[in-house]
């Protein structure tokens, strides 16, 4: 389901397709979005493999930036699945196929540090955000805790 789909508002009508530099339209949509709206996009890479779904957004709360993005990848109709968090830089909105793109192949993914839906990690703590951030060669956010 895309961020249209969930569209409860109708802030996003007449987004169809547009350039993320578009600003003709009214809304608030591509490059202001509801929270929201994005968690259960689909994500997909480079090479147009699916790999998975956003099942939340982690906001730091003292920065007001996102921080991570928490994806779900692996399984079956939920079972098996693992979690992971990508650092929101990470992810790119494909406003034409309505879905989230992330540059990082599938095999790179499975291996990286994930958790369980019952048994989620301290986002918070600085040396779990820093393993994160060095795996997918990233930088932490500014202001952040992390």
Sequence with gaps: MNYEDRDTYGMYKGHNGIAADDHSSAGPGPRLMGADTLIGNDVYNAEDEDLGDIKEIMLDTQSGQVAYAVLSFGGFLGMGEKLF????SLLRLDTVNKRFVLDVDKDRLSSAPGFDKDDWPDMQDPTWGRDIHAYYETKP????RF
Excluded: H, L, N, R
Aim: aromatic content about 12%; cysteine-free.
């Design 85 to 88: 968090a990508v650092p929101w």
């Design 141 to 144: 956010i500014q202001d952040s």
